[in-house]
């Protein structure tokens, strides 16, 4: 069965510092896709980012990063320089294919809530 | 571009009651997802429709029921209504089943049952 573990329930910086959010995920499926998403306190989940098994590259956007390693399952995001504007609830998902082309439903983590004060 | 749209905002009904959700994809996506995110439970997912047929289910009882229409709009019906059926029902779009696109969210509806 898939699962997705955000170890850290809450972390709190300060302004400037950087900050990385662990995420680690069980799947018995070769093809799968990974995602992170933001929900700021309005509730709306925003998407981030999404990786296939297949690509291991990490990704830089800004000051967001993400480190994936296949070999220890995880996909961990890590934001430089911090700011207060970063602060909400971020979520790591897994997807497994569906058999037609396309993915399935989406399995959460239980979110890390991500405080940056100023 | 629209995004993936919810109404209403805020629902509040008694228990026994039934509720009704909607969503509007963003145009041209074909799949709708409901999930639900009530407290210490985090994000669950609900139902998956493509094309007007639900493709897959979560482990919710039957009392979860939800369509598709022929614009790809969709409604989730919650029958009687429980206490623990309080959460933020998210709403979310993809392109369609059979393309790796990733799923869109809307604002959520945010339902309390008294």
């Known amino acids: 069965a898939q699962k997705v573990t955000q170890a850290q329930t809450e972390i709190s910086v300060v302004e400037k510092e950087d900050v990385t959010l662990d995420c680690v995920y069980e799947?018995?499926?070769?093809?799968?896709?990974l995602f992170w998403y933001k929900q700021p306190p309005s509730g709306e989940l925003v998407f981030l980012i999404r990786?296939?098994?297949?690509?291991?590259q990490n990704e830089i956007s800004g000051r967001y990063s993400w480190n994936f390693q296949k070999s220890t399952s995880s996909f961990n995001f890590t934001i430089t320089a911090s700011q207060v504007v970063d602060s909400a609830v971020y979520f790591c998902?897994?997807?497994?294919?569906?058999?037609?082309?396309?993915?399935?439903?989406?399995?959460f983590g239980k979110g890390t809530k991500l405080t940056v004060n100023p | 571009e629209a995004g993936v749209t919810q109404s209403p905002t805020h629902l509040i009904k008694t228990r026994g009651q039934q509720a009704t959700l909607r969503c509007s994809p963003i145009?041209?996506?074909?799949?709708v997802y409901w999930y639900q995110q009530a407290l210490g439970l985090g994000l669950q997912f609900l139902l998956w429709?493509?094309?007007?047929?639900?493709?897959n289910r979560g482990n919710f009882p039957p009392r979860f029921s939800g369509r598709q229409f022929p614009n790809y709009s969709s409604e989730l019906n919650v029958n009687a209504l429980e206490l623990e059926d309080s959460a933020l029902y998210l709403c979310?779009?993809?392109?369609?089943?059979?393309?790796?696109?990733?799923?869109?969210f809307g604002p959520g509806t945010r339902l309390t049952v008294l």
């Open positions: 799947t018995r499926d070769t093809t799968y896709y």
């Open positions: 145009s041209g996506h074909t799949s």
């Open positions: 998902a897994l997807s497994e294919a569906n058999g037609e082309g396309g993915s399935e439903k989406l399995v």
């Open positions: 979310a779009s993809s392109l369609d089943l059979s393309t790796t696109d990733t799923q869109y």
């Open positions: 429709y493509d094309e007007g047929e639900e493709r």
């Open positions: 990786r296939n098994s297949f690509d291991e």
